[in-house]
């Protein structure tokens, strides 16, 4: 069964002279596979898209692994049938003087192994929403920084809100103050913010809206 044990080399337990460890029965060993294996659809739907990368190659792994105990388990019904035929009763003769001869079994479809995917062909699928997804982040943890060093939020709504501020303010100076709660400090916490700080704010935020979506 040596030559059999050929195509799983990469899943079994070798000894220190890279051989095969066998049973009895000619059987290997298989080695532990991937854990923590996390199906990429309900990650996609949840839009969890940080660590995809390491999930699609998990799930490539787990692909090869899934055929591995596959082809053990053909292995075992192999040899399983290989010990039934070697072992075949002689053939006995009926009462009316016919031969009655057990049939051997049919020998087990060996499984054909898959194509190792990349990460890329593993997330193709899901290209598009892929996409989406990460624009969609980038916009909702966006924090732009103004030329006095002060920090906005820039996801949507903080845009809407400066937006709005502005149109509400659009009479005061530039130098004038907007209390604003800015990135880097806690939500709620609110700091004098000049009329002129927030014009620009937006400015930025807007450019880096239209940057993640591609949009001229």
Same mark, same amino acid.
């Not at 990429?40 to 996609?44: G, S, T, V």
């Not at 999930?55 to 899934?66: N, V, Y």
């Not at 053909?74 to 009462?95: G, M, R």
């Not at 009316?96 to 079994?105: C, I, M, Q, S």
């Given at each position: 069964?040596?030559?059999?044990?050929?195509?799983?080399?990469?899943?079994?337990?070798?000894?220190?002279?890279?051989?095969?460890?066998?049973?009895?029965?000619?059987?290997?060993?298989?080695?532990?596979?991937?854990?923590?294996?996390?199906s990429?659809?309900?990650?996609?739907a949840?839009?969890?898209?940080?660590?995809?990368?390491?999930?699609?190659?998990?799930?490539?792994?787990?692909?090869?692994?899934?055929?591995?105990?596959k082809?053990?388990?053909?292995?075992?019904?192999?040899?399983?049938?290989?010990?039934?035929? %070697?072992?075949?009763?002689?053939? +006995?003769?009926? *009462?009316?003087?016919?031969?009655?001869? /057990? !049939?051997?079994?049919? &020998?087990? =479809?060996?499984p054909?192994?898959?194509?190792?995917?990349?990460?890329?062909?593993?997330?193709?699928?899901?290209?598009?929403?892929?996409?989406?997804?990460?624009?969609?982040?980038?916009?909702?943890?966006?924090?732009?920084?103004?030329?006095?060093?002060?920090?906005?939020?820039?996801?949507?709504?903080?845009?809407?809100?400066?937006?709005?501020?502005?149109?509400?303010?659009?009479?005061?100076?530039?130098?004038?103050?907007?209390?604003?709660?800015? %990135?880097?400090?806690?939500?709620? +916490?609110?700091? *004098?913010?000049?009329?002129?700080?927030? /014009? !620009?704010?937006?400015? &930025?935020? =807007?450019?880096?809206?239209?940057?993640?979506?591609?949009?001229?």
């Open positions: 069964m040596t030559n059999k044990l050929d195509p799983i080399l990469d899943f079994i337990v070798l000894d220190d002279e890279q051989n095969p460890v066998t049973n009895e029965q000619g059987l290997p060993t298989l080695l532990q596979g991937p854990i923590g294996t996390k990429i659809p309900d990650l996609i949840k839009g969890k898209v940080e660590n995809l990368a390491l999930f699609a190659e998990l799930q490539s792994k787990t692909e090869q692994w899934e055929w591995a105990n082809y053990y388990d053909y292995l075992v019904e192999l040899n399983e049938v290989e010990q039934y035929n %070697a072992n075949l009763p002689e053939p +006995v003769a009926t *009462e009316d003087g016919a031969l009655f001869e /057990v !049939e051997p079994k049919a &020998l087990p =479809t060996e054909e192994r898959p194509a190792v995917r990349t990460v890329d062909e593993v997330l193709e699928p899901y290209k598009v929403t892929i996409f989406k997804l990460q624009r969609q982040s980038q916009i909702d943890n966006a924090v732009v920084q103004t030329s006095t060093g002060k920090t906005f939020d820039a996801d949507e709504l903080s845009i809407t809100r400066m937006a709005n501020a502005l149109i509400k303010h659009w009479q005061l100076n530039e130098d004038d103050t907007i209390p604003w709660s800015t %990135a880097d400090v806690a939500t709620g +916490v609110m700091v *004098e913010c000049t009329k002129a700080e927030i /014009v !620009e704010a937006h400015s &930025l935020a =807007t450019d880096h809206f239209a940057d993640a979506w591609n949009i001229n």
